[in-house]
């Protein structure tokens, strides 16, 4: 009796343990900061590359790197003054000055407007950049004398120690002419908005102007509780449509003139980076073709403005635009990343353009480039070395030899490095753990632990929380496809449960990586512990398994990355473990685009699908995104149409929700409303959510909130 006492005693202390794990809800995800992890913002290291700076409590605090020690501080809040406080500040080369930014207002997805100031470390004088309105992206001069900005559309700069200003460009006009700072695609497409450049010298200044004259407008209308709606109006080339002309120029301060700069007299193309040589009379300009599979690199003599190529990538599919050129202090050296031999590695030139050596090399990716310590002749860089689903942080010498492997865990790592490259932070996650902060010296000897977030893994400790699980299979095309799955905590294999595939799947994404999955994580946590199985795969397109493999759904977007989302389901469903009848899909942007395709495509496989701010024909999207991986809809018709969702809803069998913010600049409401048109034509029957004002991100208050409420309801009934 005494031992069956025992034995109930541990069975009801293990159920009683068993039952107390928590639920996970919406409401703890999106309005209670439940599961916030820590997060360590990038370091603004200072010249001496063993500091950095913060902002606290509005002053400009030193901190030792290897200590975490304050050392002084740098900067005291109350002398901003008039200007009443900042959103964020930037040093100028040699640390002399720093210019705040104040009252800032967004524009895009990068862009802003703001008041600006400059501070002068040593004369401790705030001088505002200008006071007839807001300015866009302040930046001194190398020599620190000088100020440049965009107001209006026009380039100006201003002399700080005389106050003069001197407008450089005059024919800056809203919707029309835009002069040192980018139109809308640029600035989504090329990730860049700032397009002026000192001249290392401080005598003058690159920039480029962008017509957009020809370009056709799109207008959103925003509700603002009044009686009519404000309809904001902007340039978006759409596919196939007229670019923005974007011209190069060069400004002499001595002389007051403009220089009109001319490469090769291209018109239909692209300027993506420009960036000054160690010589101040050498500017290296991008010029890509509108295809964007021919890349040149030209050197501009400022002297005379005559260009000669220094470079030159062609490829059979199309360039990707990166900011990994680096040009060495010799002058005669730069380093240059390329998919030349099939991976992203990297490569030594020398400055005529002749490749000298390949540093890196393997059937891996660099998957980003940290920078050059010329002293020590090492590059420092990111790779999927190991396997795609993983990161890595190395360095490597100029010769290719004596590699390090700088991040010690499994998972996924990056490193953010001094200015010296004395120190790194690593920031590691992995599945299912949240990110830890730690200081290393460049030999990879840990020097100290800022952040480890255990605060947040003790408290999921007290959660129903299933850890994901990493596989792989083979299609019936005898490929190979990264996957993962989080199934229930009480999973029982002779069980069938209803299963939720998430797709992203665009060029170069992953999904399946062994990483932090945020608040999206915890959804599906959620559902897990209501019984489905939650799983996610990355289809051919996607990054990290080299060239030909990313690029092999060029001119067929949609195409090869459904199929392999339909026989990532069908390989789900000969599972002893899942309902095969029961699976369902959701993504968003791309990933929308791609759960409706798989639902409409895969009718006879899918059940449901979750479409949030979907492309339904790639006609409706823009220029440069496009027509990289699609050509032009008067080149590719039946690219753009073979894979459009919108014509293949007649096939649709299942359950549809349809999501898209009405502000959404990015991937338009149109999409949708299109969508919305075909559906009904077909008689087919769906479910919409629509979100006034909101952008590609639908977010703001508790808008995340009602989003996932909704597409829970959404799963529970129909999965």
């Known amino acids: 009796m005494k031992k069956i006492g025992l034995i109930l005693c541990v069975v009801l202390i293990t159920v009683s343990t068993f039952a107390q794990k928590k639920q996970i809800t919406t409401q703890d995800i999106w309005a209670a900061p439940t599961f916030r992890a820590n997060y360590v913002a990038g370091f603004n290291f200072l010249n001496d590359g063993k500091h950095y700076s913060r902002s606290e409590n509005g002053n400009i605090v030193k901190y030792d790197i290897t200590t975490g020690e304050t050392a002084g501080t740098i900067f005291k809040g109350e002398n901003i003054g008039k200007a009443g406080g900042y959103d964020s500040y930037t040093f100028n080369d040699d640390e002399s000055k720093i210019i705040f930014s104040t009252e800032g207002e967004q524009i895009y997805r990068y862009s802003s407007r703001a008041n600006y100031y400059v501070w002068d470390t040593k004369t401790e004088a705030l001088t505002p950049v200008a006071d007839n309105g807001k ?10 004398s000088k100020i440049a900005y965009v107001q209006e559309n026009n380039l100006f700069y201003k002399d700080l120690s005389s106050g003069r200003t001197t407008q450089i460009t005059t024919d800056g006009k809203y919707n029309e002419i835009i002069n040192g700072v980018t139109d809308w695609v640029y600035e989504e497409e090329f990730g860049i908005v700032r397009v002026f450049e000192w001249s290392p010298d401080s005598k003058r200044i690159a920039f480029l102007k962008s017509d957009e004259s020809k370009v056709k407008e799109f207008t959103m209308p925003m509700y603002r509780n009044e009686l009519y709606p404000e309809y904001i109006t902007f340039k978006y080339p759409k596919a196939g449509e007229d670019n923005a002309v974007v011209t190069l120029h060069m400004y002499d301060l001595k002389k007051g003139k403009i220089r009109d700069i001319n490469l090769n007299n291209k018109s239909d193309m692209y300027i993506p980076r420009m960036k000054w040589t160690q010589d101040e009379n050498q500017l290296c300009v991008f010029q890509m073709n509108r295809h964007q599979n021919e890349l040149d690199l030209f050197l501009v003599n400022a002297k005379n403005g005559k260009a000669k190529k220094l470079l030159s990538e062609k490829n ?10 680096t040009f060495l202090d010799n002058g005669k050296e730069f380093i240059w990343t390329s998919e030349q031999d099939g991976y992203n590695h990297i490569y030594l030139y020398d400055m005529k353009g002749k490749m000298k050596k390949q540093i890196t090399k393997g059937e891996y990716d660099v998957t980003n480039f940290y920078g050059v310590d010329e002293d020590e002749e090492r590059v420092y860089y ?4 190991v396997h795609p689903t993983q990161r890595e942080v190395y360095s490597i010498n100029f010769k290719g030899k004596k590699k390090r492997k700088l991040s010690a865990n499994e998972g996924s790592n990056r490193a953010q490095f001094s200015k010296t490259f004395d120190y790194l932070v690593n920031t590691h996650t992995a599945a299912g753990a949240p990110s830890s902060y730690t200081v290393h010296n460049t030999e ?17 400790n007290a959660y129903d929380i299933s850890k994901p699980e990493f596989f792989d299979f083979k299609t019936s095309e005898g490929v190979k496809l990264n996957g993962w799955m989080i199934k229930p905590t009480d999973f029982d294999r002779s069980k069938e449960y209803p299963v939720l595939m998430y797709v992203y799947g665009g060029p170069n994404s992953q999904t399946v990586q062994d990483s932090w999955g945020g608040s999206n994580y915890f ?12 799983v996610s795969v990355d289809n051919r397109g996607t990054g990290a398994r080299g060239e030909e493999f990313r690029k092999m759904t060029y001119q067929q977007l949609g195409k090869y990355e459904t199929i392999d989302q339909i026989e990532a389901a069908k390989w789900l469903g000969k599972q002893p473990y899942v309902d095969a009848d029961r699976i369902g899909i959701w993504g968003w942007s791309y990933g929308g685009y791609m759960s409706s395709l798989c639902l409409f495509k895969g009718a006879d496989v899918f059940s449901t699908a979750i479409a949030v701010a979907p492309v339904t024909n790639w006609k409706w999207y823009d220029t440069i995104y496009t027509e990289r991986f699609m050509r032009t809809p008067q080149e590719n018709n039946d690219g753009y149409e073979d894979n459009s969702p919108i014509n293949h809803v007649d096939k649709m069998k299942g359950a549809y929700l349809l999501v898209h ?20 034509r077909a008689n087919k029957h769906f479910d919409t959510y629509f979100y006034p004002n909101r952008n590609h991100g639908i977010y703001g208050g508790n808008t995340r909130l009602h989003l996932y409420d909704k597409m829970t309801d959404f799963i529970l009934r129909n999965l």
């Open 523 to 534: 959804w599906y946590q959620s559902l897990a512990q209501q019984g489905y199985i939650i």
């Open 316 to 325: 059979k599919y199309y360039v990707d635009i990166h900011d990994n050129l």
């Open 382 to 385: 990111q790779a999927a070395e």
């Open 661 to 680: 913010g009405m502000g959404d600049d990015n991937v338009h409401a149109q999409n949708s409303f299109e969508m919305v048109n075909a559906l009904i």
């Open 444 to 460: 990879g000897e840990l020097v100290r632990t800022i952040e480890d977030n255990n605060g947040l893994r003790e408290k999921l």
């Open 135 to 144: 300015q866009r992206n302040a930046t001194l001069s190398p020599d620190g």
